[in-house]
Each structure stands twice: as C-alpha cells, then as structure tokens.
C-alpha cells in the first residue's frame, strides 16, 4: 500500500501537540499476565500513544511529529499484557487535530496523479472537537471536464442538517469516472485522512455516495472498500460487470440504490437493475440494502429522494468487528482488477477476513472466503464455498438469475485479523477451516503488528491486535 506523504503546518502542529499530555500511563506487568487485565483508565493514554506514533510514520516531514515515535513507542511496551478490548473505541474518542481546520473551501495538500484536489467543506451546528462527528464524503457528477464539489454539496445537502461533517472534493483533473477508478479511491482515502486531521471525525460514521458519476462512485466505494464506510449512496449511478460479480461482499455494508426507469443516461435495464436482481437471488444477501427504482423519472428525480437516501443512510454505524463476514476478490480479466485499493488484483479484504492469495482457473481468480466467530467458544469458523458469477451478463438483463452460476473458489490464502472484541487473546483461538481444525493456539497481541496494519489502512477505529494466516489447497481444474 502506498502511503502518501502530506506536508504539515509546522507552526499549527507545534502549538497542538504542545497542549497534549503525553504521559504514558500504567503498565502492566508482561504479556505473560493471565487473565490479562482491561484497559481501563489506562486506554486514553495508551490511544495517545498509538495516534503519535500512527501520525509519525504517516508525516516523516514533520520534526515534531518525528520525534514523537521513539517515546511513544516505548510507552506502548506494556500494551501487550492488557486486554485490548474497547481500543478501538478508545482510539475513536480521542483526536488530536495535528492540522488547522479549512473554513469554506481547501485544497488536499498532495496532488492526485499530479492534479490538485480542491474541496469545499462544512461543519454542522454546534460543532466542537470534544467528541467524534460523522463525516460525509459528498462525490460529484459530471464527467470528462465537467463536475464541482459544490454541486455534491447541494445533491447530498441533507447530512448537513443531520449532523454530519460535509466534504466536497472536485475529481482532480476531471477524468470521465473520476469516483469509480483508483484515482477515486486515492482521492477519498486522502480526503478521509485529511478531515480526520483537522476535525473529530468519527471513523465508524463515515459515510459516501453522490448522483450520476458520484452514483458510480457510490456503488464501486461499496464493493471494492466494503469495510470503511458506515453508508453507501448511489443516484442514477451505473457499475460494470465486473463489480455486479463482486456483490457478494456487500453482506455487511449498507448500500441504498435509487435510479430512474427512464434513465437513458445509465440505462436502468442495464447492470444496475441487473444488480438489484442479483443481490435477491444471493444465498448471503446484503444485511442493509435498499433500491428504489423511480418509474417515472429520468437521469434526475426530484431532491426528496437524495434526502431519503441520506436519512436512510445516517442511520447506520459501522461495526468493525461483524460477527459474519463476506470477502470475495475481483476478477482479473477485469480491466478495473488493477486497482490501487485495499488490496491487490490478487487479494481482496473485507473488516477482519482477507483473501491473500489465489490460483487462476479459465482467466478468473475467483475467490470468496465466508467467516463467522463465536466470542463465546473462541472459535472461528472459516468456509470457501463456490463464487456466483454472472453468465453472459445481458443476455437476459430482466432475469440475471438465471445465468447465475457457481465458479470454483480458487482461493489459497487467507488471512483472518484478530482483537479482544471478537475473541479472548489469553485463550487458545480455534480455527475451522472447511470442516477441519486449522489452528487451535494461544495467538499473542503485538504492539508492532497493531501499528503496521493501521498505517496501511489510515483506519485507527479498527485496531488489529495480530493475525493468523491459513493455507488453502484450491480443487485441481483444468482451464475451460
């Protein structure tokens, strides 16, 4: 993953962590403590001290943020023998705003592909960094030279009044599709990073989406980063075939659809009705999902139905930690598979379960990966069960199910993320991989691990305490 540099305002950053106790808190007496004992009083400081070190890898410009490694670091050498559950939570709460708010407008402080990114940006009534605020990420339409974030502003206006932080970044450059590619997802991720710098940002109420090509946007954040927002909007938006295959994943991520049966812009007829239609006739559907298709409306409808969309939106708070989760990875012969996303073309992950490695079988890397813990046995339940596909995609775009058809999982390697709010650390973690035990041990904390995973996925609410890796043998096929 790559992690973009951002220069800092020496002189902010200096008066904010001056007003920072950095004290480090109690330890504990080692990892070897059994029962390892609760954070307790002891997670404001500990979450402290894991945010410094967190915005010292990320701004190695910076002197003052620099410096804040080793002493923090050394600090966290008791966090081992503590039980970790509610860090995340811990981490949540606590901000330290180590860039000064933009007021009106900005602009991200690293280009994207060389273009500048501006914004606009809103705080809501009564504003004030002593808790954490959700934040909208607002994506505009428009097209190749066409598009502002102003008019995300005022399409997605709503979660203004709702309470959340308002964003609206323009595409840098303006490509065609700007929210649906990398670069997309490079421009919301810095956008995210940023916003959560210089506000209180609650990361388990992030929320994104937009109309037309911000509906794209919507769609595509929901299938290829299923995990990071607690709400996904898309308004006559549009996907392609190869994110209608990766759907699968969407079981724990709330997505609301809304488009116009006489669109002729993003043909209703097409993926998106198609994709509605799939997601019925999944064995795992989506546990928050919503279409509405509009019978007498175009390519734009009346602004009461973004308004439902956002109020339908705002009432989910993501779960970090889901008891059963869905992770699928994208094909290769997707021209999209290329992405700079969580993971590679050939790894996909979705909360605490990662596909890490996968063969090939007729051009496609299909791979799903399904997976449920129980806090009360310490046992996780892991399965690699066949991948729908969709046949022939618009053969028959009114009755997709019927070219609904299973691909041999061709998965290889999984990875499963652990922490104390899904099993107990101090207890022998038992792993059933397809029937058979795959791991039955006591899987230590780390402090190291903890600190890599966070700075890969700028996600601090989703702390990972260690994980454990599983080998899959895939069935021997020959290519068709």
Known sequence: MTIVRTPLRPAALAVALALLALSPGARADGPDAKPSPPLGSRAKAFARNILLCYYSKLHPESPELAKQWDKNRKALSGLEGYS?????????????????????????????????????????????????????VALHGGGEGAGDGGEAMGTMGHMLNLGAIMVGPTAPG??????????????TRNIIREMAEMFHVD???????????????????????????????????????????????????????????????QAYWSYVEMADKMIQNLELKPRNYKFVGIPDAGHGFPSTYHKAACEWMFQFTRDPYPKKVVCTCPRVNNPDADREMPGTEKSGRAFWVECLDRAVYDNDHAAKVVAEYDSSTNEITVTTPPVKRVFHPKADPAHPESHLIDMPNMVTKIGILLTDDMVNLDKPVKVILNGKVAHDAVVPRSVDFLLERMIETEDPAMPFAARIELSVTPPKLKAK
């Open 203 to 265: 990361y388990n109420r992030i929320y994104t989406g937009g109309h037309s090509m911000g509906g794209y946007g919507g769609y595509w954040h929901a299938v290829w980063w299923p995990d990071r927002f607690a709400g996904y909007t898309s308004a006559a938006g549009g996907i392609t075939a190869g994110v209608v295959n990766d759907l699968e994943i969407l079981y724990n991520t709330p997505l609301h659809v809304v488009h116009g049966v006489l669109d002729t812009k």
């Open 174 to 187: 303006l490509p065609s599709g700007a929210w649906a590619y990398p670069r997309g997802y490079r421009t």
């Open 84 to 136: 970790w559950k509610g860090l995340g939570k811990a981490l949540n709460g606590t901000f330290i705003g180590i860039r000064p708010p933009e007021k009106g407008s900005g602009k991200l402080s690293v280009p994207i592909d060389g273009n500048p990114c501006k914004y606009q940006v809103r705080t809501p009534g009564g504003y004030a960094p002593g808790k954490p605020w959700p934040l909208m």
